[in-house]
């Protein structure tokens, strides 16, 4: 019982937990446009944006936990706001930036708990670290892998989310990688399994 709970802190780490389970439940729904009629979770999407983090922070010279940690968190706003597709930003006025939800999301954690996912979300969003930029690459090449396994699953109308992808790349690193990934083959790793 919620009335019941004697270590606050535990508590609130059990809640936010529960909350930043919402992401796996919760469909990219930008690709709901293109006919994609069951997309990747924000979750699936947060765990390869920090997996590419790590790679390309790795390759630039820049801390790979770290820039992993904020590709991490990235999104977790989406518990709040939904993950809303860029087609819907002209019509809708935020009510927060994602450093405002960040902090309402973790006002009951224990403080490192809070300060730990709010200095992240903080440097994430203003792109003044290594890490940062990495993470933000990181996010744009995911996407950019995402549409390029849609178009390879039959779905036609990717093309937009190809080209902004790879537009808003901007380490070396990443632009190479998304070069590599446009003249390759989304099955390329399963033809060189074993050999």
């Known amino acids: 019982m919620a009335d019941d709970v004697t270590d606050p802190a535990a508590a609130g780490v059990a809640n936010f937990a529960h909350e930043m389970g919402v992401l796996k439940r919760l469909r990219r729904s930008g690709w709901w446009q293109v006919g994609v009629r069951d997309p990747e979770s924000v979750a699936e999407h947060s765990l390869r944006v920090a997996q590419l983090a790590a790679l390309i922070a790795s390759e630039e010279g820049a801390d790979p936990a770290r820039a992993a940690y904020l590709g991490l968190w990235h999104d977790s706003q989406e518990t709040r706001i939904t993950d809303l597709p860029h087609s819907s930003r ?96 989304t099955m390329a790793w399963h033809d060189q399994a074993g050999s």
């Open 90 to 185: 002209a019509y809708l006025a935020r009510t927060g930036d994602n450093e405002t939800i960040t902090r309402d999301q973790t006002s009951h954690l224990p403080d490192a708990a809070a300060k730990t996912v709010t200095d992240a979300v903080i440097e994430y969003e203003a792109q003044e670290t290594p890490e940062a930029r990495c993470a933000k690459d990181a996010d744009k090449l995911e996407c950019l892998l995402q549409a390029l396994e849609y178009r390879a699953a039959g779905h036609q109308h990717v093309q937009k989310w190809i080209d902004s992808s790879r537009a808003g790349i901007r380490t070396a690193f990443a632009a190479r990688v998304a070069d590599a990934a446009l003249a390759g083959s």
